[in-house]
T-cell receptor
Framework: LAKTTQPISMDSYEGQEVNITCSHN???????ITWYQQFPSQGPRFIIQ???TKVTNEVASLFIPADRKSSTLSLPRVSLSDTAVYYC????????????FGTGTRLQVFP | DTGVSQDPRHKITKRGQNVTFRCDPI?????LYWYRQTLGQGPEFLTY????????KSRLLSDRFSAERPKGSFSTLEIQRTEQGDSAMYLC????????????FGPGTRLTVL
């Protein structure tokens, strides 16, 4: 499984755009890139998944360059409620039976 | 609230005691998963069920741990002779069988072993 590297923590202010980058240099051809969000005292929640280029949904955008060795989760206009830990997973699609989480990025949003 | 419930939400026990946690998945979700999460780390896969069959167990699941899903609905995770290193959040997740859907996680049971 591809190893991922993310910043341990990030700070932002309300209304700003936040970009969290994940490095995955040894991503395999059939690997997907999936991001999860975890609030304190809750389980992780699926945010977005992509394979290449750009994916956008109502929560976030995911940018994946052509070499797929990194990816960037973009959260537009964050609010206090976006304070959470964000995990980048590289491997089978999100409907796999075994999710492999790293240590994640702890995002703190300030007023 | 994802619809996956776990009980209890918190458990404090003394070293050497046995503890049991319960997970009620979303109705009609055939697959049920257990993960363990220690402070500052991401969740780690422990085991999963398809209906009542336990299909995979992680090496993390030592012989002191046992998980069951007798009727293919709720599941229990028992830890015997607890150790301080067992202190963690135990997360349960479920998803429909043969689906493109992701796993839905419950709120977890936080275990503290004194």
């Amino acid at each position: 499984l591809a190893k991922t590297t993310q910043p341990i923590s990030m700070d932002s202010y309300e209304g700003q755009e936040v970009n969290i980058t994940c490095s995955h240099n040894n991503i395999a051809t059939n690997d997907y890139i999936t991001w999860y969000q975890q609030f304190p005292s809750q389980g992780p929640r699926f945010i977005i998944q992509g394979y290449k280029t750009k994916v956008t949904n109502e929560v976030a955008s995911l940018f994946i360059p052509a070499d797929r060795k990194s990816s960037t989760l973009s959260l537009p206009r964050v609010s206090l409620s976006d304070t959470a830990v964000y995990y980048c997973l590289v491997g089978p699609s999100y409907n796999t039976d075994k999710l492999i989480f790293g240590t994640g990025t702890r995002l703190q949003v300030f007023p | 609230d994802t619809g996956v419930s776990q009980d209890p939400r918190h458990k404090i026990t003394k070293r050497g005691q046995n503890v049991t946690f319960r997970c009620d998945p979303i109705s009609e979700h055939n697959r049920l998963y257990w993960y363990r999460q220690t402070l500052g780390q991401g969740p780690e896969f422990l085991t999963y069920f398809q209906n009542e069959a336990q299909l995979e167990k992680s090496r993390l699941l030592s012989d002191r741990f046992s998980a069951e899903r007798p009727k293919g609905s709720f599941s229990t995770l028992e830890i015997q002779r607890t150790e301080q290193g067992d202190s963690a959040m135990y997360l349960c997740a479920s998803r429909p069988d043969q689906s493109t859907d992701t796993q839905y996680f419950g709120p977890g049971t936080r275990l503290t072993v004194l």
